[in-house]
């Protein structure tokens, strides 16, 4: 099995920067894609970002060219660095990684900018 454990987020002004990592610990020799996604209130869970294990990532259109997914193989650690943050990217934000077709999810930092 895996575990994912999330950390980062918090508050932020409107045009600053976060960070978010999630460490899988567990059976993690063969996780493939890792991502986030994220679900703000009164909205539909939507894929921010995916990164596979040879780290090609890809980014939903909202975010494109403002965050950045990294992922550390060794240290099983994925990261998402989130520049010029608007309102609307306020939301609990998951990790999510996949291994043999199963997906795990992580518990869910929240993240909040404020105008």
């Known amino acids: 099995q895996v575990q994912l454990v999330e950390s980062g987020g918090g508050l932020v002004q409107a045009g600053g920067s976060l960070r978010l990592s999630c460490t899988a610990t567990g059976s993690t020799f063969l996780i493939n894609v890792m991502g986030w996604y994220r679900q703000a209130p009164g909205k539909q869970r939507e894929l921010v970002a995916a990164?596979?294990?040879?780290?090609?990532?890809n980014y939903a259109d909202s975010v494109k060219g403002r965050f950045t997914l990294s992922r550390d193989i060794a240290k099983n650690t994925m990261y998402l660095q989130m520049n010029s943050l608007m309102p609307e990217a306020t939301a609990v934000y998951s990790c999510?990684?996949?291994?043999?077709?199963?997906?795990?999810w992580g518990q869910g930092p929240q993240v909040t900018v404020s105008s």
């Open positions: 990164i596979t294990r040879d780290g090609v990532a």
């Open positions: 999510t990684a996949s291994r043999l077709g199963n997906v795990f």
